[in-house]
């Protein structure tokens, strides 16, 4: 018999993402998870959802190899801060904000200095702070540094999430959803 196509089945995960001066874009990776039911929560489930192939494709950073395509199309870098979804943009302050005065990455020095293990308001301290400093050696030094990351597996979620607790504004950093 033959089978139809199921797009649920896709390999590719993909969703609109905010890049270079606040414009979304459509970032790609390897799908990780398996669709929400009816009636589940998707964010609320991300911990649940996620397959036993998932974790290790988070764990080791395969998950990533797809936004290669859209380091590209020009739409991230290989170093910056990491794109955020859409519904954030209204609960950012104006320093955090300027987190995308720069090409969103598929590392950056947040990755490197806590990654998924720190909260969003020392997320977005660092994603500015690179904003600040960036250059070719800095880079080249996060590129390093994420190859060490990568391979010792850390701080790729936090307790109870697939990654981290969605953000919920300024002061809200750590805040259950």
């Known amino acids: 018999m033959r089978q139809e196509y199921d797009p649920r089945m896709a390999m590719l995960f993909h969703q609109p993402?905010?890049?270079?001066?606040?414009?979304?874009?459509?970032?790609?990776?390897?799908?990780?998870?398996?669709?929400?039911?009816?009636?589940?929560?998707?964010?609320?489930?991300?911990?649940?959802?996620?397959?036993?192939?998932?974790?290790f494709l988070r764990a080791t950073s395969l998950d990533e190899l797809p936004t290669l395509w859209n380091v590209l199309k020009g739409d991230m870098s290989l170093v910056g801060p990491r794109p955020l979804l859409p519904e954030?943009?209204?609960?950012?302050?104006?320093?955090?904000?300027?987190?995308?005065?720069?090409?969103?990455g598929i590392t950056g020095w947040a990755q490197v200095n806590g990654r998924n293990a720190i909260g969003w308001e020392e997320k977005f301290r660092l994603?500015?702070?690179?904003?600040?400093?960036?250059?070719?050696?800095?880079?080249?030094?996060?590129?390093?540094?994420?190859?060490?990351?990568?391979?010792a597996r850390r701080n790729v979620s936090a307790a109870g999430h697939a990654t981290m607790p969605p953000f919920r504004g300024a002061g809200a950093s750590r805040a259950a959803p």
């Open 17 to 55: 993402r905010i890049g270079l001066h606040g414009k979304p874009f459509m970032l790609y990776k390897l799908k990780t998870m398996r669709d929400p039911r009816p009636g589940e929560d998707p964010l609320a489930t991300d911990a649940i959802r996620i397959t036993r192939f998932g974790r």
């Open 88 to 104: 954030y943009l209204p609960l950012y302050t104006p320093e955090q904000m300027r987190r995308h005065e720069v090409k969103p």
């Open 127 to 151: 994603d500015v702070w690179y904003v600040d400093n960036r250059s070719f050696w800095l880079d080249c030094k996060i590129l390093w540094m994420t190859v060490w990351q990568v391979l």
